[in-house]
């Protein structure tokens, strides 16, 4: 809970910055990066996040390393994450500045969750739907769980719609404790 609260809080701050600046697509495309690197490589994140290490030293190492790569502004961002001790929260930060960028371009992030994976002409029948629902473009996710045994769970905005298998049988269960037998 609490790192979502942060993410919010920062990356609200971040995309407000990056906004008045014009550097919507800049914090888009460096920070997107910098996420696919830390899910690479754990180990940035770790030496930024650990108290063992000083703050001159994680600042050495933001300049070092991310000084030429990104725009100033993202690079302070990331020393005041250093300085606040925020910077284990980096991956939902930048989770949640990517939907406020998405959000702003009018693209909506969908989580479809499938016992199998989707199928391209499941896909290509599902997107046109999701658009018409959300309003906007549609960027789809897909996740796979095989405990949902089919149908399909899917996340829009802070709406769920579980039309899974599991669901239904759990639906069934609960109707069966509540049926009286004399």
Same mark, same amino acid.
């Given at each position: ?27 888009? #495309?460096?920070? *997107? ?5 830390? %899910? ?14 000083? #703050? %001159? ?9 991310? *000084? ?33 960028? %998405? ?15 989707? %199928?391209?002409?499941?896909?290509? *029948? ?8 959300? *309003? ?25 719609? #579980? ?20």
């Amino acid at each position: 809970m609490i790192a979502q609260e942060v993410a919010q809080k920062y990356a609200s701050a971040l995309f407000m910055s990056a906004r008045d600046r014009n550097l919507i697509d800049q914090a888009y #495309d460096q920070f *997107g990066s910098l996420a696919r690197m830390f %899910e690479s490589d754990k180990s940035l994140l770790t030496f930024l996040s650990s108290p063992r290490i000083s #703050d %001159e030293q994680k600042h050495t190492a933001i300049k070092n390393v991310f *000084g030429l790569r990104l725009d100033a502004l993202f690079v302070e961002f990331l020393s005041v994450l250093v300085r606040k001790r925020r910077a284990r929260y980096l991956p939902e930060i930048i989770d949640e500045l990517n939907r406020q960028v %998405e959000y702003e371009k009018g693209i909506t992030r969908v989580t479809v969750i499938t016992a199998i994976p989707l %199928e391209a002409s499941e896909e290509q *029948g599902l997107v046109p739907r999701l658009q018409a629902k959300s *309003g906007g473009t549609v960027q789809l996710e897909k996740k796979v769980d095989p405990a949902i045994m089919g149908g399909m769970i899917v996340v829009l905005h802070d709406q769920i719609i #579980d039309g899974s298998v599991r669901h239904e049988l759990n639906l069934v269960e609960e109707n069966l404790k509540k049926v009286k037998v004399h």
